[in-house]
């Protein structure tokens, strides 16, 4: 399924047929140069791609998150390029998340080789400077409807992070260095230096 659209116009949200996982991968392959996820009523989210600064402040998330769930043993860390299929259908793919291993064992054998249909635990999205702040929102109240335990969502425009927890209010944090992880991932401590200034 081929289609054209104006870079000016994204992201964007298009209306397709319903997708299998293979069917989606391979349409997401037809257009490498473009981000997509899905929402649960079935419509596509077409995304550009991040731009270098972002890439770089993600990288060093995503770094911190891996050392730590390495060393911690109990979860998988998986990235931007890895996607979920959420239990309400949607598929999203979190800039950074951590997963239980057993839950991804308790998946069909099949299904682990594909996109693994379940919430993260943890999930962490960055504010890329075409990220609108509401979308971002209500994604990440999607992940705690869905089964998710934590989600931060950084923006290092405002220098801030929103925490957010099931069945409570968003907390706002400003002007912080760090973070510590709780729940699924206590003992966790995300340094936001870089984050903030990444050419340091």
Not at 29 to 46: K, Q, R, S, Y
Not at 50 to 60: A, G, I, K, M, P
Not at 116 to 140: G, N, Y
Request: overall charge negative; glycine content about 6%.
């Amino acid at each position: 399924m081929a289609f054209l659209i104006d870079e000016a116009w994204l992201p964007a949200t298009l209306t397709v047929p319903p997708m299998t996982d293979q069917q989606f991968a391979d349409f997401c392959a037809e257009h490498p140069d473009l981000l997509f996820e899905m929402t649960a009523e079935g419509e596509l989210i077409v995304m550009p791609p991040n731009f270098s600064t972002t890439s770089l402040q993600n990288r060093d998330i995503l770094g911190q998150l891996d050392r730590w769930a390495t060393a911690d043993g109990r979860g998988f860390v998986i990235d931007s390029s890895g996607g979920y299929v959420l239990p309400s259908g949607a598929r999203r793919s979190p800039d950074a998340s951590w997963t239980p291993k057993h839950l991804v064992r308790q998946l069909p054998l099949a299904s682990r080789d594909t996109y693994w249909h379940l919430c993260p635990a943890f999930v962490i999205e960055l504010r890329s400077k075409t990220d609108r702040l509401p979308a971002l929102r209500q994604k990440m109240h999607e992940y705690l409807d869905n089964g998710a335990q934590l989600g931060w969502l950084i923006d290092p425009q405002a220098r801030s992070v929103e925490v957010f927890r099931p069945n409570q209010k968003p907390e706002l944090l400003s002007e912080i260095d760090t973070i510590s992880g709780e729940g699924p991932v206590a003992g966790f401590t995300l340094d936001l230096r870089l984050v903030w200034d990444p050419f340091v």
